[in-house]
């Protein structure tokens, strides 16, 4: 063991966007990236089929398409692949899949024979090892998290009109603790911190 004073730039963040779509979470991870690191030295797991293509305008940056099924395995090997091409950003667009997707934790458990409670055992140390892989990660990660949906009916002009809200965030419950930070985005792209730090952003407005 050894005591060593602390330096920032050994530190590789760890960071949540979770919204519905059509928040901005996308394009807000792409330019938050590009604020960490050249466009070149940023690369988007893309699972949302080729939806990281649709902002290539923005700089040079790099896509690796994962297709389902999408177990935790292929997730991490994803990961993987953008450390040695020593790219200095990972977006994973989205971490949703590996939970609630084709081939994800909650399809994989579903499909198993024998007691529900019994088979989580098997199941978890697979997501496990997913989330140790992110934490330990040498590059940056910027998570992507869709969220449950819903609608609330706000005043306008005179009227009530409904609008669409997020919920809860599609993933295994505590995962949002793993993160650094976590930013809820709502569908006006307005951002606020999950941990309710008393700090609220803006983020990017997507152009239509």
């Given at each position: 063991m050894e005591l060593k004073k602390a330096q920032r730039k050994q530190v590789k963040i760890k960071l949540a966007l979770q919204g519905v779509s059509g928040s901005g979470k996308t394009m807000s991870a792409l330019l938050l990236a590009s604020g960490m690191a050249d466009w070149f030295k940023i690369a988007v797991i893309d699972t949302e089929n080729h939806l990281a293509d649709l902002y290539a305008h923005l700089g040079q940056y790099n896509v690796l398409q994962l297709s389902k099924p999408f177990t935790p395995e292929r997730y991490i090997t994803a990961i993987?692949?953008?450390?040695?091409?020593?790219?200095?950003?990972?977006?994973?667009?989205?971490?949703?899949?590996?939970?609630?997707?084709?081939?994800?934790?909650?399809?994989?458990?579903?499909?198993?024979?024998?007691?529900?409670?019994?088979n989580w055992a098997k199941v978890t140390p697979r997501h496990n090892a997913f989330v140790q892989k992110i934490l330990e990660s040498n590059c940056h990660i910027i998570s992507t998290i869709c969220t449950k949906i819903d609608y609330t009916l706000t005043e306008k002009n005179g009227k009530m009109i409904p609008q669409k809200v997020g919920l809860k965030g599609i993933t295994r419950d505590g995962m949002d603790y793993e993160f650094t930070v976590v930013f809820d985005i709502d569908i006006k792209h307005l951002a606020v911190s999950a941990y309710f730090i008393p700090t609220h952003l803006i983020l990017f407005k997507e152009n239509q």
């Open positions: 993987q692949t953008c450390e040695d091409a020593r790219m200095e950003v990972t977006i994973i667009d989205s971490i949703t899949h590996e939970w609630d997707g084709s081939g994800g934790i909650l399809n994989h458990h579903g499909e198993m024979a024998g007691n529900s409670f019994t």
